[in-house]
């Protein structure tokens, strides 16, 4: 057996093991490192609200952004990324105990019959159902909420608990239901199409899902592309196994199997940062699979998708200016305080409290560093009590560093301070993960996304394996400590703009059942 620097003593089949999944030595350590240390709360500084922290633009502003957002898709190279590998398996989580009889009464029994009309894949699961020769009018006479249900969830039917949420039929047209992946399909046609009508996108699946997402695009891509008339350029990947995590015993020692070899588990969706930091693209709308409407509905989003964008460039094109003028050593006094003024007036840049003090060379070295990081303008909603984080001013870890914007998660938060848990509470605003990313540089080359990453956000997790406890460690997330180190702007958009799925009842919600 071989010490590591750490004292964790791998043996050399743990190295085999560790460069199998694509890691280091030293990232091994690193993983367990935090696990004995344990990770700091964030410091929330305040809330973030409009006008501190929060941009809404002006009515009379909009015309002019829609028009420079025309210009930049003539320009620009935009795509749209989408997060799909989650299973759907949470979202039935009131269904599957309804099978499991833990939560079946006369009530929930007559409330799920009074309500399975309503789903658009309701004629996906009759025509299941009876080609294994029941028929649902039977099942609702008997009260057979057992077979319906795993005609739903099951291989035995529709096998909608195996599936992604990509594959879930969301919407029903007269034409028929659209899945949430042919969603994000028309999106994408109508706010990330070129000059030359093409529409990029790219989703993120788990390894078991690429058949199935495949096999539905052969299937529709054409019928989308005539109906919207554009081409579309779809990319589709994995995970990276390099972005697995090591999972830790109670002892903060490395867990392992029944044959004594390591655990590697699934790094979270902070993972995903090396698929967006992969993409060949100068402008990146990233939205959750689960966050899409009908197209009586989409109208609303794609202006706000535009103007997001177009804001974006607005603020890319004033940055990039600065940088040339700073990387050439050129620039007065004057526009020194200039470039500081929109650093922080517009992109929030946390300057060091003795900038002022700085000699000219020291300020010029300062601005570029500030500037010259990815570009996040990132849509918040009004808070309606929809769980998930939000956005804060947050302290930097050193006492001299400025509070930047972030959005936090509550796993983020202290809860023991009770000054923590009021800023929370204050919160007026949510996170629906609305962003659009730059993600090249004043010289048109790709960011190494990974260099800007906050590895003390990252979380720990007590789980199980087999009945057996152990911590897990996920990656900062994507929209988290991931792009901790970004620029960010945070602008106000409708909540109209927000229908996410999260819950399979919230397909019966107004916004997504037909007119």
């Known amino acids: 057996m071989t010490e590591s620097a750490e004292g964790n003593g791998w043996s050399d089949r743990d190295r085999v093991r560790i460069a199998a999944e694509g890691l280091s030595v030293a990232e091994a350590d690193r993983q367990m490192a935090l696990f004995r240390q344990g990770l700091s709360p964030v410091r929330l500084n305040r809330a973030c609200r409009v006008g501190d922290g929060i941009v809404v633009l002006a009515e009379k502003e909009r015309p002019e952004l829609l028009r420079l957002y025309d210009e930049a898709v003539r320009t620009r190279r935009l795509m749209k990324f989408v997060p799909a590998s989650g299973g759907a398996t949470r979202m039935f989580q009131e269904w599957y105990r309804l099978l499991a009889g833990e939560e079946s009464t006369g009530e929930s029994r007559a409330r799920f019959w009074g309500e399975l009309p309503q789903y658009p894949f309701f004629p996906d699961l009759k025509a299941a159902l009876g080609a294994q020769g029941m028929d649902l009018e039977n099942l609702l006479r008997a009260d057979n909420v057992e077979a319906a249900l795993e005609g739903i969830l099951t291989d035995r039917g529709l096998g909608y608990g195996l599936l992604p949420k990509a594959l879930l039929k969301f919407h029903a047209y007269p034409e028929g239901a659209r899945t949430a992946l042919e969603e994000h399909l028309v999106e994408a046609a109508l706010y990330a199409r070129d000059g030359q009508d093409i529409s990029r996108l790219h989703f993120t699946l788990s390894p078991e899902h690429e058949k199935p997402v495949r096999e539905l695009l052969a299937s529709v891509t054409e019928s989308y592309e005539a109906r919207w008339d554009t081409a579309f350029d779809i990319g589709l990947s994995m995970q990276d196994r390099a972005t697995n995590t090591l999972a830790a015993d109670p002892a903060c020692r490395p867990f392992r199997d029944a044959e004594g070899g390591l655990v590697f588990r699934p790094g979270g969706h902070g993972a995903l940062l090396a698929n967006l930091n992969a993409l060949e693209a100068d402008i990146v709308f990233v939205k959750n699979i689960d966050n899409c409407a009908p197209d009586r509905l989409k109208a609303e989003t794609v202006v706000w998708k535009r103007l997001l964008a177009a804001y974006l460039w607005t603020l890319q094109e004033e940055s990039f200016a600065a940088l040339r003028l700073l990387d050439g ?99 007026t605003h949510f996170n629906p993960v609305d962003l659009v990313c730059g993600i090249r ?15 003390q956000t990252a979380s720990l997790a007590r789980k199980s394996d087999k ?42 919600r107004p916004q997504h059942l037909p007119d």
């Open 329 to 427: 050593d050129d620039g007065t006094e004057d526009d020194l305080q200039r470039i500081a003024a929109f650093a922080r007036g517009k992109l929030n840049a946390a300057l060091p409290a003795c900038f002022g003090e700085l000699s000219p060379a020291q300020r010029r070295r300062s601005l570029f560093e500030k500037l010259n990081r990815p570009l996040r303008v990132c849509g918040m909603v009004k808070n309606d009590g929809e769980p998930g984080g939000g956005p804060f001013w947050v302290d930097g870890r050193e006492e001299q560093d400025g509070p930047t914007l972030q959005i936090v998660e509550a796993f983020q938060v202290d809860w023991d301070s009770p000054s923590q848990k009021g800023i929370w509470a204050s919160s």
């Open 441 to 455: 540089n004043f010289r048109g080359e790709p960011f190494a996304l990974g260099t800007f990453v906050d590895p």
């Open 467 to 508: 009945g057996r406890p152990l911590l897990a460690l996920e990656r900062p997330g994507l929209w988290n400590g991931s792009m901790a180190f970004w620029n960010t702007v945070f602008v106000e958009v409708p909540l109209s703009t927000f229908n996410p799925v999260k819950n399979v009842t919230d397909l019966l």
